[in-house]
């Protein structure tokens, strides 16, 4: 049976400055995914409802040292949400290439009767540029201001580099496998990937 594992790394956790809030809500996330069956049927063992909650983890890590600086982004519950859907592609079957523009297509779908048009807008195309080798996002005719675009490209970045710091589950080196720091986005990310693999013991612990 799913179920989210956060909890039980919370003293490593506070040590890296999440308040139990945020831990909280990195375990709501995970069990609505679980409830909504977002990741049941995968047969992506790689892209389970484990490797959601540890992107979620990474997403509010780097959120909070962007904090410790100062810097206060636009949006911030929208770039959870699509860490929580972003994979949804591969439980559709879609292969790597494509399982951001199915995801993003699908998102639409799922959150139509939870976010409006906007909201909605923006959590597609995080998930449709997850997946890009491509880091700039495409905002096709989707109408937002510069403001608006700057900070949905920065969210974009956050949730790339989210989930390339957990390439570091995978057992062999990048680029196979494993996160090179040489294509991290923020420099957030490029300060906790140090920090991943202590994250990653403790996790697996907590499943054990």
Same mark, same amino acid.
């Given at each position: ?11 490593? *956790? ?28 995968? @047969? /992506? ?20 040292? @962007? ?5 206060? *982004?636009?949006?911030?519950? *929208? ?10 592609? @591969? ?6 290439? /494509? ?28 998930? @449709? ?43 062999? !080196?990048? !680029? ?16 906790? *990937?140090?920090?991943?693999? !202590? ?10």
């Amino acid at each position: 049976m799913e179920k989210s594992y956060i909890r039980l790394c919370k003293e490593f *956790l506070l040590q890296e400055g999440f308040t139990a809030e945020e831990i909280t809500q990195i375990e709501q996330f995970t069990n609505e995914g679980i409830t909504k069956n977002l990741y049941t049927d995968t @047969k /992506d063992f790689d892209h389970d409802i484990k490797h959601i909650e540890r992107v979620l983890t990474y997403v509010e890590w780097i959120l909070n040292e @962007k904090k410790n600086r100062g810097e206060i *982004l636009q949006d911030e519950n *929208l770039l959870r949400i699509a860490s929580l859907y972003h994979d949804i592609g @591969k439980t559709l079957g879609a292969s790597d290439k /494509d399982h951001g523009l199915v995801g993003s297509i699908e998102v639409q779908k799922l959150l139509a009767s939870e976010l409006n048009f906007r909201d909605r807008a923006i959590v597609s195309l995080l998930i @449709k540029t997850h997946a890009s080798h491509d880091d700039q996002v495409d905002f096709e005719n989707f109408i937002f201001t510069e403001e608006e675009k700057k900070n949905i490209q920065l969210l974009s970045d956050i949730l790339k580099d989210a989930d390339a710091l957990d390439r570091n589950r995978l057992n062999y !080196p990048a !680029p196979i496998g494993g996160c090179d720091e040489k294509k991290l986005r923020t420099k957030e990310a490029k300060e906790i *990937l140090k920090k991943t693999n !202590p994250f990653l013991k403790q996790y697996n612990l907590s499943i054990i």
